[in-house]
């Protein structure tokens, strides 16, 4: 398995634009987080699934932020309308779930926003 | 609720120095305890973990041991090497959701 891949890689975008982050889990896997990291705050959960369903969302910082799952393969985070404060980098992360099992992070998607 | 506290960095080392980076947790309960590395431009990788009072994780010569007394989980190295650079995230993970809560991160220079 190729791992967790993300993309893009890298985001540039102007104020105002809508903005959307791609997540391919690892096969077979039943979690799926999103982390935010920044210099300021480390790492934040925003949301996870668990079977493509989500069942914590509190981390996610407000309405402007969304977050899907249409299936197993495939997860997307959504920042409409974006705003400089959420430059950073974001993670999604996937595990086979239960206690005691290692979670699988991408590299990461770097998003500037101008 | 659930916290994890690890030292500030950064840390900067010689080559072949010993390295100790504190972490300690508060939850309730008994988590699992986990060492994250990040090397730069990359994702998290799982360095080594402990699921039970007094357990040690080891891996690639970092060790650290699960202390319940003290909730305390410090990462060790007797002697690190540039390859080592990196940033590294202690974290904590409960229940059978593993949600992980993690440290800040303390990044570690290494110098040859």
């Known amino acids: 398995d190729a791992g967790v891949i993300q993309s893009p890689r890298h985001e540039v975008t102007e104020m105002g634009q809508e903005v959307t982050l791609r997540c391919k889990p690892i096969?077979?896997?039943?979690?799926l987080f999103w982390y935010r990291q920044t210099m300021m705050r480390g790492l934040e959960l925003l949301i996870y699934?668990?079977?493509?369903?989500?069942?914590?969302d509190s981390g996610m910082p407000e309405d402007r932020f969304s977050a899907k799952m249409p299936n197993a393969s495939f997860s997307t985070l959504k920042i409409q309308p974006s705003e400089p404060r959420d430059s950073a980098v974001y993670f999604c992360?996937?595990?086979?779930?239960?206690?005691?099992?290692?979670?699988?992070f991408g590299q990461g998607t770097r998003l500037t926003v101008v | 609720g659930d916290s994890v506290t690890q030292m500030e960095g950064p840390v900067t080392l010689s080559e072949e120095a010993f390295l100790t980076i504190n972490c300690t947790y508060t939850?309730?309960?008994?988590?699992?305890l986990f060492w994250y590395v990040q090397y730069p431009g990359e994702g998290l990788q799982l360095l080594l973990k402990?699921?039970?009072?007094?357990d040690k994780g080891s891996n690639k010569g970092f060790e650290a041991t699960y202390r319940k007394e003290t909730t305390s989980f410090h990462l060790e190295k007797g002697s690190v090497q540039v390859s080592d650079s990196a940033v590294y995230f202690c974290?904590?993970?409960?229940?059978?959701?593993?949600?992980?809560?993690f440290g800040k991160g303390t990044l570690l220079t290494v110098n040859p």
């Open positions: 992360a996937s595990s086979m779930g239960g206690l005691n099992t290692e979670a699988f």
């Open positions: 096969s077979g896997h039943d979690y």
């Open positions: 699934f668990n079977n493509n369903v989500p069942i914590d």
């Open positions: 939850a309730t309960g008994y988590p699992s």
């Open positions: 402990a699921t039970k009072a007094d």
């Open positions: 974290a904590q993970g409960r229940g059978s959701n593993y949600k992980l809560t």
